[in-house]
Every structure is written in C-alpha cells, then in structure tokens.
C-alpha cells in the first residue's frame, strides 16, 4: 500500500509543480506577453477549483482493496502449504539417509550418490521459496497498480461533474501539508468509488 501512496503523491506533486510553474511570469519577457500572462493568471485564480483526498484511508476503505488482499492470503497460503508439504517430503528423506549411514545399511558409494540426490533437492527446494515468494511479490503489484488504475478511472468520471482543476492526494508526510476541511472529498470519493465496485463486481 505504501507504493500506492508513494506513487499518488509523486504524480500529484508534479501536477502541482507544473500549475505553479504556468502561473509565474517570466522575468525577462516581452511587457505584452508578461501583461496578458497576468490577465490570463488573473481569470485562472478567480475560478480555479480544486480538492483533496486522503489516498490512505481511501485504499483500506476501499472493497476492492479487501478483495484483493484476501487473494493474496489465498495464494500465500496455498504457496506456503506447497512449500511445506516439499519441505518436510525432504526432511523425511534426509533423516531416512541418516539413519542407513548410522546402521550401515548403504555403502559408501551408494551414501554419496544420495547424498548429492538429496544436495540437488535442497537446491530445488530453495529455488521453490524464491519463485514463490517472487511469484506472489508480483501478485501484489499486480493488485495494486490495478487498485490505483480503478480510482484513476474513477477520478475521471467523478471530475467530468465536479470540474476541479486538480485533485490532490494527501498522505502523511507527502507533498499536501495542508487542506482546507471543506476540500476533503475523501468520504465522497470513497462511497463512489465502493458503489461503483459493488454495482460492477458483487453482482456477478
């Protein structure tokens, strides 16, 4: 989730440079352009609009985040009762080696051969966790860059009635150190973004 909101912030922290870059003047430009840049300036503050959510209590509100994290701990747990079951198949073969060494039960060469059949498993079995853990790490995000594209989207449609020029994304210790209450559309967002999820998932 952090990436999510390191990712947001980012984003909005250059729309935000960008705005405040265009409604500068140029120092050393012509007189015309600089007075029509500050007429146009002018116009841009008296109708300029914008709002902010909280991204963090917008995701672990959002259903589609739950969603997505119980598949998650699905496929952890299912890679994780894979890894075991090899895990202690191994185990169970490494104590069956011991235990003809100690009574003598092999011979030397057949001790050796074993013991690299059961070198090369070790190796299998740590490739196994890598791949899982790598497998499952992708998973993730996966499920988050798809949780950032829906509420993107959704920004889109919410923006084309609203109008704001620039919605800004506030986290603990981004870019928006302030927000006026009153351009929190955090709680708005939220139950849009959860009714359009449920109209368009729950139903199936």
Not at 156 to 183: A, D, M, Q, W
């Amino acid at each position: 989730m952090r990436k999510i909101t390191l990712v947001t912030s980012f984003i909005m922290a250059l729309a935000v440079v960008g705005l405040l870059t265009n409604c500068k003047s140029k120092p050393n430009g012509d007189a015309t352009k600089e007075s029509n840049n500050s007429k146009t300036n002018a116009a841009l503050s008296s109708t300029f609009s914008a709002a902010w959510v909280n991204i963090d209590t917008l995701i672990i509100n959002y259903d589609m985040y739950f969603d997505m994290q119980k598949a998650l701990e699905e496929s952890g747990r299912k890679s994780e009762a894979e890894l075991s079951t090899k895990s202690r198949d191994f185990e169970r073969q490494a104590g069956d080696f011991q235990n003809k060494v100690q009574k003598g039960l092999v011979t030397r060469s057949e001790a050796e051969k074993l013991q690299q059949e059961l070198g090369g498993k070790e190796q299998e079995l740590y490739r196994l966790r890598d791949e899982l853990r790598a497998r499952l790490a992708e998973e993730q995000q996966v499920k988050l860059r798809q949780i950032q594209q829906s509420i993107n989207d959704y920004l889109i449609e919410y923006n084309k009635e609203k109008g704001f020029h620039i919605i800004l994304s506030s986290t603990f210790g981004g870019p928006l150190l302030y927000g006026h209450p009153s351009l929190d559309i955090t709680q708005e967002v939220m139950k849009g973004l959860n009714e359009k999820y449920s109209s368009e998932h729950k139903t199936k």
